[in-house]
């Protein structure tokens, strides 16, 4: 049996975690018994433990007492969402399992053990302890500031909002300002979970404190009489507080010491992040202060950018770091920020990745504390690889070539494999990969790219090829479709405000078109004139576009000037992301029997549009194409059809949260027995919208808010189901949250 105790990574005044292998046994941890007392340890810390190769159909077995049963925990896939919780998740192309378990409330031991499918003990190794929680890329946590009587109602509104998108978050508590319906509000979103209770003093003092005692120990004490804390801050009648937020972001010596001796791990301050942990203080028996990174909302330190916000975030992912949101749920609340797309537009961003782990400030720094008890903590072992922008599909005529890329991250060096139809292409080893020219029989493949490094690999999208006949597409008839001359002679109008600009790099070349809304408008498009078009003439129009919030646009082809009459495309509605993809459609020009140099394309984004909103468009085009299309109310083959809508898609309700209606859009790929219908958190029915046959396409359903006997509903989270049923296929559900502020 190997043994011993490792020597501590840090200045702790506690023992050193203690590690032992056996072959016959498997592994056994042993911690700290003051440091157990101290601060608990309920949240699963993961644990790299090698196992055989050639290996598979493996279980992990743990126990905190070799006289107790063992038990197995729940082994998760790659790729799979879960945060906090007891699991497994194996790589058998690494031979490593990553075990996460969590120390139990009456011993200092765990005992973890790997047995095959027999139940037959393996020989393993540990080989440490993960940065994050499964080996996660990067960390979002969430702290919320002044929790007390008069903001009551914004803090639950908030805790729900962040609750349907699955964020936990740790609410600052002003304990003697809290009203006894105060503490039971407190309380219920303790109970249902993913709410961390932390200090942020008594009164709400600005330093120095008249009575710093009282406001740091007392807010803590406090919290600990009137509440009761769930099961991840608690160990046997012993309960934690693990948070000190400091009132205003400002503190001094005395209050770090103070927030020492009372056992907060961690001392929220307001000034900007770096993004990673902050260094344990052993003279003040905690971390040094912790910074955020950003601030949601108009006022104080916040930000109502969603690029801004998105990118920041977007930069803790891509270096494996930190990202700390902040926010005033009063402000929020009484200003109406929640109706406002870039809100709940950035926490639908930045939620529900399964490379990043979402926690509590307190058992992030919780989880650090443990790591810090040995030295084998993998912390700078490098990034695997972050696929950051994906493969476009690609549209090409026979005989000329198509260009694939890809932008990935992590740490060099990276190696890229190119795949056709999932088998590896000869020579095609670069981030960019471009075709032979084309055959017909090269229409409809599917190409990929792998990129690996020495600590894990990331599979791309898969982008489609297609390949027209040589000669059935005309030139484009439009002018500077790519934005590479500046904006002319594009037109950019609104009766609100905002402008035009070129953004790099594009969808494919080096500019692209940029819109920026600043004021919503009524009359908010993007145009170009003087088109030449010829009659009853079929025509494809092909972009790349996306919106930073998601918001749809709609695009018509009309005559410039009044009448405006339509020339054979009104309104088609465009499905935009947040992030490049190409979008194309077919149709027959009509309203005119000659040819013509007065057409308009125009891209109409009054609809949706909100301040804040970034509309990003590239490479348009639009040119004749030679034979019939039969049809549609779009004109769309059925080829274009699967393409604009290959799969069941449920977007998010808009707006969320809502107020006296909102709209829900499916899109199904062929036609279906539609139900759709809302619930509440429980499950249980609240009204069914809509019943029956629906065509191929996309879809709008709204709701007013009243259940199935047309009375108005409560405010609250709301759940829409949409099921739809094809002969061809099982049925496809798809489920969103949605909230209803009155």
Aim: glycine letters at 8%; a negative charge.
């Amino acid at each position: 049996m190997l043994t011993g105790a490792l020597t501590a990574g840090i200045a702790l005044a506690y023992s050193p975690l203690t590690i032992s292998e056996d072959p016959a046994s498997g592994v056994t941890l042993v911690v700290d018994s003051e440091l157990h007392v101290t601060y608990g340890l309920a949240y699963p810390i993961t644990y790299k433990i090698g196992i055989p190769d050639s290996t598979d159909d493996l279980h992990v077995l743990v126990r905190w007492d070799t006289s107790e049963a063992w038990r197995a925990l729940p082994e998760m896939e790659a790729g799979a969402f879960f945060n906090g919780e007891e699991a497994v998740r194996f790589d058998y192309l690494t031979d490593i399992s990553y075990v996460s378990a969590v120390f139990g409330p009456s011993s200092d031991s765990l005992f973890i053990s790997i047995v095959d499918s027999v139940g037959k003990p393996l020989p393993i190794s540990f080989q440490g302890i993960c940065r994050y929680y499964d080996d996660r890329r990067a960390v979002v946590t969430i702290t919320a500031d002044d929790w007390r009587a008069d903001t009551d109602e914004s803090f639950t509104t908030a805790v729900e909002i962040l609750r349907s998108y699955g964020l936990p978050v740790s609410v600052g508590i002003n304990t003697a300002m809290c009203s006894h319906q105060t503490w039971e509000s407190i309380q219920k979103e303790l109970d249902v979970g993913m709410v961390e209770a932390a200090s942020h003093s008594r009164t709400h003092p600005d330093i120095p404190y008249t009575d710093p005692q009282s406001e740091i120990g007392g807010s803590k004490d406090d919290i600990i009489h009137f509440l009761e804390l769930p099961p991840l801050y608690r160990r046997l009648s012993q309960e934690y507080v693990y948070t000190w937020i400091a009132p205003y972001g400002a503190t001094n010596d005395t209050n770090n010491r103070i927030v020492g001796e009372h056992r907060y791990l961690v001392n929220r301050l307001v000034d900007w992040s770096d993004g990673n942990f902050t260094d344990w203080n052993p003279a003040l028996n905690s971390f040094d202060p912790v910074r955020v990174t950003s601030e949601l909302g108009p006022e104080f330190v916040g930000s109502t950018d969603i690029q801004l916000l998105n990118n920041k975030f977007d930069d803790a992912l891509a270096q494996g770091k930190i990202y700390h949101l902040m926010m005033h749920p009063s402000v929020l609340g009484s200003t109406g920020e929640w109706s406002k797309p870039y809100t709940n537009g950035h926490l639908s961003y930045i939620s529900q990745r399964a490379n990043v782990w979402y926690v509590s400030l307190g058992h992030l720094y919780l989880y650090r504390l443990l790591c810090l008890t040995y030295e084998g903590l993998i912390d700078d072992a490098g990034l695997p690889p972050l696929i950051t922008a994906e493969p476009l599909d690609r549209t090409v005529q026979e005989g000329a070539a198509a260009e694939f890329s890809i932008t990935a991250s992590g740490s060099e060096p990276l190696t890229y494999r190119w795949q056709r139809d999932s088998l590896d292409i000869e020579g095609a080893t670069g981030p960019t990969y471009t075709t032979a020219p084309t055959t017909m029989q090269d229409s409809g493949a599917v190409f990929r790219c792998i990129v690996s490094n020495s600590l894990g690999s990331a599979t791309s999208a898969g982008a489609r090829l297609t390949v027209m006949k040589a000669g059935t597409a005309g030139a484009t008839v439009l002018v500077n479709g790519g934005f590479e001359s500046g904006t002319d002679p594009w037109v950019f109008y609104t009766s609100g405000s905002g402008d035009l600009t070129t953004a790099s790099p594009g969808s494919e070349g080096t500019h692209a078109g940029r819109i920026l809304i600043n004021a919503e408008g009524t009359n908010v498009q993007l145009y170009q004139a003087d088109i030449e078009l010829q009659p009853e003439t079929d025509y494809k129009l092909s972009f790349d576009a996306y919106c930073t919030s998601g918001h749809d646009m709609t695009v018509s082809l009309h005559k410039h000037g009044s009448p405006y009459t339509s020339y054979g495309l009104s309104n088609s509605v465009v499905d935009l992301g947040t992030s490049w993809k190409e979008y194309s459609l077919t149709f027959r020009t009509s309203g005119f029997g000659a040819p013509v140099t007065d057409g308009r394309l125009r891209f109409w984004l009054a609809n949706d549009d909100a301040a804040g909103d970034i509309y990003m468009i590239d490479n348009i085009v639009l040119a004749p194409v030679a034979g019939p299309v039969p049809g549609s109310p779009l004109l769309l083959t059925s080829a274009e059809t699967e393409e604009l809508y290959p799969e069941f898609v449920v977007q998010d309700p808009y707006p969320n949260p809502w107020n006296s209606s909102v709209s829900i859009r499916f899109s199904l790929p062929e036609a279906c027995e539609v139900v759709v219908l809302v619930s509440n958190v429980l499950g249980q029915e609240v009204a069914r919208i809509a019943e029956g046959p629906q065509a191929a396409g996309l879809h709008t359903v709204t709701w007013q808010g009243r259940d199935s006997r047309g009375i108005p509903v409560g405010s609250g989270v709301y759940v829409v189901i949409v099921q739809a049923q094809a002969e061809s296929h099982q049925p496809h559900v798809g489920v969103r949250r949605m909230i209803l502020i009155k």
